[in-house]
Structures are given as structure tokens and as C-alpha cells.
């Protein structure tokens, strides 16, 4: 695979990640909003972890994937430079 296509995978892999766990965290807070609105719920809203959902964690390690496969050659050279020092 080409290095600008992994490249740009891994973009769109780890902003589709953020844009999951953003929209997570909208409804999260729209829901509290509305149960307050009614006085018997807690006063600070329930905030969902990373690690929740786990599309957006999954999403996160393939894009995660995609930007190491894009840097391999730049990673093992400087890998096997320091070894030489």
C-alpha cells in the first residue's frame, strides 16, 4: 500500500474516531439536560469513557495501524541507526 493512502486512512480513521466519541458525548449531555430539566437527577452530567464504545476505540488503533504502516521505513531506519551509535 502506498504510503499517502495509508496516510490518508489513518486520517480518516482516527477523525471518524473523535467524530463518534464527540457525538457520544452531545447526546450524553442532551440527555442529562432533559432528566434535569425535572430536578431528580444528578447535577453534574455523566461523561461516556474512551473506551466505552467500542467502534471508536477501534477505529482509534486502525488509524493508529495505518500512520505506523506509513512510517515503517522511517521508523526502522532510525531504529537500526541508533543501534549502530
Not at 52 to 65: C, E, K, M, P
Not at 66 to 81: D, G, Q
Amino acid at each position: 500500500m502506498d504510503r499517502k493512502i495509508s496516510l490518508i486512512l489513518g486520517s480518516i480513521f482516527i477523525l471518524t474516531s473523535g467524530l463518534l466519541y464527540s457525538i457520544e458525548r452531545i447526546i450524553s449531555i442532551i440527555h442529562w439536560t432533559a432528566l434535569t430539566q425535572t430536578g431528580e437527577y444528578p447535577t453534574t452530567p455523566p461523561s461516556p469513557n474512551l473506551v466505552d464504545n467500542l467502534f471508536v476505540l477501534f477505529f482509534l488503533v486502525v488509524g493508529i495501524i495505518f500512520f505506523i504502516m506509513a512510517f515503517k521505513k522511517e521508523i526502522w531506519r532510525i531504529l537500526t541507526s541508533e543501534k549502530n551509535i
